[in-house]
């Protein structure tokens, strides 16, 4: 099939399956195109939340269907491709994390969303980028936090809450490797341009940023602004949401450090395609499983996120 073909297939299967298509911004452009749903991790969650359909196709990677699952025990959730990890996720097994937690007795376990099931299981509530700050600032000031599994992204937030939170030390392999030098060097060629990053780079880059914040605090932020020049520090699939809202805007990718590329790509996430996409519906193939004990133990941290989100 072509391209042409391929999207009428998709489209044809997803009606005749009482089917959602969920895509994170950090996928290909053809697949944010066909999504019934686009946005970040907290809007897929909420979407999958109250959506009525009989199947979600989570266009992301494993723990965005991990979630989904979660919240939706009684849809069929499937992935294009169960190979699509994640760097961060990877970076806290959840045995060690779990002996890290018992090291630190009498504090509260705030995850961020990018870990695996059993990660939430051992967590009393999930954040996001979008939401991070405001949940570390509802609990009380003087209450003992343990933060994972970015360490970039808890620095951040003990920076702006004045909160002094143990940080798991994980990291995300594309937002780790933005470079600083090509970012001033981008910053003189484009004097005018304002810099929006994403609170997952080290604080080396966010300190040249003019705004921080999740992927669609970023995009809200080029939508509303005046300016037309913006220097983007996260992963490249942003922009072509940024530019169908912005046609007139001009979007420069960051790119990363020790590489020719001009932008800084995750490499799981590009591992899902239309193709991926039209097999995984057409046969229900590639269905996200989570043991039904770990998926209850990690309700209660995302159900308190989304309560704590409203």
């Known amino acids: 099939m072509n391209k042409t073909q391929l999207i009428e297939a998709i489209d044809n299967l997803r009606k005749e399956k009482n089917a959602v298509i969920m895509a994170h911004y950090y996928q290909t452009g053809d697949i ?50 169960l190979n699509a990890g994640c760097s961060l996720a990877d970076s806290c097994p959840a045995d060690e994390f779990e002996h890290f937690i018992k090291q630190h007795p009498n504090h509260t376990v705030v995850s961020y969303v990018n870990t695996s099931a059993a990660v939430k299981a051992l967590t009393d ?30 620095n951040y937030i003990n920076s702006v809450t004045g909160r002094n939170m143990v940080l798991w030390n994980g990291a995300c392999h594309v937002h780790e490797q933005f470079s600083v030098e090509k970012l001033i060097e981008l910053k003189k060629q484009y004097p005018k341009a304002k810099v929006l990053a994403h609170p997952e780079c080290k604080s080396v880059v966010l300190k040249l940023a003019d705004i921080v914040g999740s992927t669609q605090a970023l995009l809200d932020f080029a939508t509303k602004s005046d300016e037309q020049q913006f220097l983007v520090a996260t992963e490249s699939g942003i922009l072509h949401e940024m530019q169908k809202c912005n046609p007139t805007k001009e979007f420069i990718p960051v790119p990363p450090a020790d590489s020719t590329c001009a932008c800084n790509e995750c490499n799981f996430m590009r591992l899902n395609t239309l193709e991926k996409l039209y097999v995984c519906l057409r ?26 989100s409203k």
């Open 32 to 81: 944010q195109d066909i999504a019934d749903v686009i946005g970040d991790s907290l809007a897929l969650a909420q979407k999958a939340a109250q959506t009525k359909a009989d199947i979600i196709v989570l266009c992301g990677v494993h723990f965005m269907g991990e979630t989904a699952k979660i919240i939706c025990p009684d849809k069929k959730v499937l992935v294009p491709d």
């Open 125 to 154: 509530v999930v954040v996001t980028s979008t939401n991070a700050r405001k949940i570390v600032e509802m609990l009380p000031k003087d209450e003992k936090i343990i933060f994972g599994p970015d360490r970039n992204l808890g």
């Open 283 to 308: 046969d229900e193939s590639n269905e996200i499983v989570v043991d039904k004990e770990t998926a209850k133990k990690a309700l209660k941290p995302i159900v308190r996120m989304l309560e704590m």
